[in-house]
């Protein structure tokens, strides 16, 4: 088996030919790895069965559980989104900006890829899927490491892709898949071959990896997100985008953690979401407040700071809107926040405030997702506030280069005042 420092290094060298692969390869090969997931579907189902089992032995969360799981609603889901992806403009070569410096002197800015990415993510086999297609689709090479609980299922899936894309014209060594975490601590040193990192988890794993590795660092981290039910809310809207950012999918990084309610519709409010929370399997945890008005379990301190990733919500009664923007500011991952409510000035204010990547109004924090924000998919959601924020889909993972087309020019003359720079905005594409 090749090394960590091996793998990186024909990463590196794949690269270069990668990064100037024709949109109609990148494509294709994303098409063709759709077509190899589905024909080698039963290798990779019996792999995440064999993944399944070992799970349950070990005793692992049933949310967790449902992450890992592989199944043909899963299968379809990534087949759908690789020809999705496949379908979707070329990022790369688009010109951003084109500058005229002097007559016959042309400066344009354009996209290009960042180079070789490392990815560390969840036991979530079509995270695998995901990222490896937004990688090829943006130019980029990929080493990609998954959780131990989905080894077998992250090998079969790599080997069908990875097959795939080199039949159909993507250099090899362009993909590779890291499996211990002996190779994580290796990866953090290879700085000469690797040009980012990401890692998808909890902030104390995003802040190790910080610390451990001279590489650029672009951290997917907690999903603590909030939603704040106004004064002014609709009471079964609230209900509704509630229990859906709460339940839909709980063991995810855009669910509901807490729920804040503004004191003057707490009593509408709710006595109509226990219910509702109940019948979702959800159990609440509320401050004195909430508690005075439905039965539920204290929540403390520590609940505001936790991300169940479960069948769990802590509830706080708040006085304001201010103190519901503090309280979000004071606790939130700066990952998804909604307030639900009819007033807009109250929406302006909550929306301009809250210093989160995404910010919503009336509407579900589970519509934080890259497929649904339409770019194919999301090799991870950004929080931080460099180069890119949000779902991280194909702009996310490229960058630019300057291209200077000249006619001869050199600096001396306007350096001696002999000629000037005119600095006027062309409307025209790079030329190449």
């Known amino acids: 088996m090749k090394t960590p420092e091996i793998l990186a290094r024909e990463a590196r060298a ?3 030919p990668l990064a100037a692969l024709d949109a109609k390869t990148r494509d294709g090969a994303l098409l063709a790895m759709a077509e190899a997931l589905t024909c080698q579907r039963e290798e990779i189902f019996a ?4 993944d399944m089992a070992r799970a349950k032995e070990e005793g692992l969360a049933a949310p967790l559980l449902a992450r890992l799981r592989f199944d ?34 042309e400066l344009y800015r354009v996209s290009c890829p960042i180079g070789v990415i490392g990815v560390i993510f969840e036991s979530r086999p079509d995270a695998l899927v995901q990222i490896s297609a937004l990688c090829l689709k943006s130019g980029n090479a990929a080493l990609l490491k998954g959780g131990r609980e989905a080894l077998r299922t992250n090998r079969a ?53 910080k610390d451990h590795s001279r590489i650029p660092v672009m951290g997917h981290a907690d999903g603590l997100c909030h939603v704040y039910v106004d004064a002014a809310a609709d009471v079964q809207m609230a209900v509704d985008i509630a229990v859906d950012s709460k339940a839909q999918s ?29 019948a979702a399997g959800v159990r609440l945890r509320g401050c004195a407040r909430t508690q005075a008005l439905i039965a539920c379990e204290a ?10 990733l479960d069948y769990e919500l802590s509830v706080r009664v708040v006085d304001s809107l201010d103190e519901a923007i503090a309280h979000v500011n004071t606790y939130g991952s700066g990952h998804t926040d909604c307030i639900v409510t009819g007033d ?14 995404g910010v919503y109004q009336n509407c579900s924090t589970r ?64 030329p190449y």
């Open 14 to 16: 794949a690269s270069i």
């Open 47 to 50: 792999a995440n069965r064999e």
């Open 72 to 105: 043909e609603k899963k299968l379809s889901g990534v087949v759908e989104g690789l020809r999705s992806l496949a379908s979707l403009p070329d990022p790369l070569g688009a010109t951003q900006m084109a500058t005229e410096l002097s007559p016959g002197l």
């Open 157 to 209: 899936l790599f080997g069908a892709l990875y097959g795939a894309a080199v039949r159909a014209g993507v250099p090899e060594g362009a993909l590779a898949l890291l499996e211990t975490r002996e190779d994580v601590g290796a990866l953090l040193s290879l700085d000469e071959s690797i040009d980012l990192i990401i890692p998808r988890g909890s902030n104390a794993f995003v802040r190790y990896i």
């Open 250 to 278: 709980v063991a995810v990084c855009n669910a509901c953690e807490t729920l804040l309610v503004h004191r003057d519709v707490a009593g509408a409010f709710l006595p109509r979401l226990a219910p509702a929370m109940a």
């Open 299 to 308: 929540a403390t301190e520590e609940d505001w700071r936790t991300e169940y």
């Open 344 to 357: 807009e000035a109250a929406a302006r204010r909550f929306m301009a405030l809250v210093d989160s990547a």
């Open 367 to 430: 519509f934080a997702d890259g497929f649904r924000y339409g770019f194919g998919a999301e090799v991870g959601i950004a929080t931080g506030k460099v180069h890119a924020r949000g779902p991280m889909g194909l702009e996310g993972l490229c960058i630019y280069k300057y291209k200077l087309i000249g006619s001869g020019q050199t600096v001396r003359p306007f350096a001696g005042g002999e000629a000037a720079f005119t600095h006027r905005p062309l409307l025209k594409d790079c």
